[in-house]
């Protein structure tokens, strides 16, 4: 007797799942790892977040238009570089 073609797709679905649930019954350990992990870093990726929001709130937008305005000065002036004499940057 032959199999309808829903009677070989329901046999092939049963496969499937066994196979999904072999392969992540093996990667169960190494996701609880990872998330047993994620656990850990969470509070420092809060703090680098809270970090960079401070950084920005002090160098921004003032920093990008001071960097902005010395690049244009730079280049007005020819620059090919910029070097660093006793503690203050001398265009080249």
């Known amino acids: 007797?032959?199999?309808?073609?829903?009677q070989l797709i329901q046999a092939r679905y049963a496969e499937v799942e066994v196979e999904i649930a072999a392969i992540e019954a093996k990667?169960?350990?190494?996701r609880a790892k990872r998330n047993e992990l994620q656990a850990k870093i969470a509070p420092a990726e809060a703090e680098m977040r809270a970090l960079h929001e401070q950084i920005k709130a002090v160098e921004q937008p003032t920093l990008s238009a001071l960097k902005m305005e010395q690049s244009?000065?730079?280049k007005a002036l020819g620059s090919k570089g910029i070097k660093a004499e006793g503690g203050a940057a001398k265009v080249e």
């Open 1 to 6: 007797m032959t199999q309808t073609t829903k």
């Open 27 to 30: 990667s169960a350990p190494l």
């Open 72 to 74: 244009a000065l730079a």
